[in-house]
């Protein structure tokens, strides 16, 4: 589904675009920290792997990571296609909801010990603002990574000549969820496949959807 040059008519308003990311962000970010807070249940210790011990912790990276976060708004208000603007906002809702089930059926926590830097610094500033907020529950799947996965994905589909910058940068900026020990490699796949999961069963609703129009 690629859409560089959608017709006028087929243009979602900005308006709308910037109304409809809006609702989203907020309703997520009140039901993660909602859940964050208030678990149903006792959170489980992740795994980590080696990789999260070698992975170094960086403080200045929580600028990169927020930058992360911000995607989640921000793309949606490039999407201008209609349709997949439709499709884009169905994954979402998909890929949050795959990852609400987790965070309250199973949710799991991390250690900060020794994380917490004592700087000040404004990055350090940042951080520790950040992690007061934030509680380390809800891990896995990460959020921060399935939702960027959709955001991306609808983003590379309507300016396709920009795949490769786009799919580099997310890459690189979904590390900082590991250098700012947020999260483990364990819980970046897990937001990776949600959010994956999400793109397909939007594209499949859309499929039907179709089909049982021409019927």
Request: glycine fraction near 6%; proline fraction near 7%.
């Amino acid at each position: 589904m690629n859409t560089t040059s959608p017709s006028d008519d087929d243009l979602v308003p900005v308006s709308r675009r910037w109304r409809v990311s809006t609702a989203f962000a907020c309703v997520c970010t009140s039901s993660y920290l909602l859940i964050n807070n208030f678990s149903l249940r006792e959170p489980i210790l992740l795994w980590k792997s080696p990789i999260d011990d070698w992975l170094p912790f960086l403080a200045w990276t929580v600028w990169p990571y927020l930058i992360l976060l911000f995607t989640d708004y921000v793309f949606p208000l490039w999407i201008r296609s209609r349709g997949l603007f439709r499709v884009t906002m169905r994954a979402y809702a998909f890929a949050a909801v795959i990852s609400f089930l987790f965070w309250a059926l199973l949710p799991t926590t991390l250690p900060r010990v020794g994380f917490v830097p004592s700087g000040d610094g404004l990055s350090e500033v940042t951080y520790r603002l950040l992690i007061s907020m934030d509680p380390p529950n809800n891990c896995f799947p990460s959020g921060h990574i399935s939702i960027p996965t959709v955001v991306y994905w609808g983003l590379v589909q309507q300016w396709p000549r920009w795949r490769w910058p786009l799919w580099l940068s997310f890459m690189l900026l979904s590390l900082t969820i590991l250098t700012t020990k947020q999260h483990y490699v364990l819980d970046l796949l897990g937001g990776v496949g949600a959010g994956a999961l999400g793109v397909w069963l939007s594209l499949r609703y859309e499929e039907r959807a179709k089909a049982s129009r021409s019927a």
